[in-house]
């Protein structure tokens, strides 16, 4: 099998070297591609050419036009929550809408979005994290909250908060307990509209992490937060991060998917509170099933899942 990813062209390298969701996700179905033996490659959609691949998988739907106009049959996959915030007339849902519909299958990592775009092509495909790097460590005085995550969402201020900082930093603030909110630089529009109301004595921000940096804001923190209103990954890759270096979460995600390890709770503080406190009470427990929940899901074995559907399709 010969499989080409194509490249995001967002601006960003592959592998990122910071922020960088599609990036990443590109580099680790390419590096797991190698490692099963798979002859893998990435290019820019305009250097692929017909017939070349056994299989070409794109991840932008943009991108998809060149592959259309030069008659290469794709798989799609989808990242893009804004197909859903802005509704089915959006120029975003329009244009994830071709890609699916004339692709060979397309993958979405939301169970949410199979029905949303009632389409026969679309699938759930979870996403992965490399247990490799991801993993326990051994920090002592460990901080007790974590947030990591890029704030905001398009077509919103610049201080939107789809994450959910308010209700971590509201749940810290409530406990007496400490936490760090963690992200790209773009999260200080958040905290430019909100610190004023915000600024918790026992919050710490840190900005543009780089990957080894995030390893050890996860190692150096007991629980994970995660209570957000939109997301097109259920779990998305910090959940899984988290879970790979043994954090239980509190987090809100769609009620089709199960995540052991996590304790579901909508964007409410006191609801959050009880998840706290349930946790505190079987913290080994929920960390030894966060960890049983990221080794299934390893990259390693989300690529041999792809593999085995690309089986199916060529």
Known sequence: MKICQVHPACGLEVPPKGWGAIEKIVWEFHTNFQKLGIESEIKFATEIQPGEYDIVLCH???????????????V????????????????????????IDNSILSLVPA????EYFGSEKVQYFSH????????????ENKKTFLMLANNGL??????FDRKGFEYGIGLASMLGATI????????????????HTLNYVGM??????TQEECLKLYQSHEIFLHPSMLEAGHPNLTMLEAAACGMPIIANWELETDFHGAWRAPRDVFA????????????DVYSNNSLQTARKLSWFNRTKDLKNLFNDII
């Open 154 to 159: 398009g077509g919103e201020s610049p201080g």
């Open 111 to 114: 169970r949410y979005l199979v």
């Open 128 to 139: 992965g994290v490399d247990i490799d790097f991801y993993k326990p460590g051994n920090v």
């Open 272 to 283: 959050m509170r009880e998840g706290y406190l349930d946790i505190r009470s079987r913290f």
């Open 180 to 195: 760090t909110v963690a992200g790209p630089n773009n999260n200080q529009n958040f905290f430019n509209e909100h610190l």
């Open 76 to 99: 799609y996959q989808l990242h893009d929550h804004h197909v859903y915030h802005h509704g089915k007339e959006s120029y975003s849902y329009i244009k994830n809408k071709k890609a």
């Open 204 to 209: 710490n921000l840190k900005f543009n992490p």
């Open 60 to 74: 932008v739907a943009n991108l998809t036009d060149i592959l259309i106009t030069n008659k290469i049959p794709y």
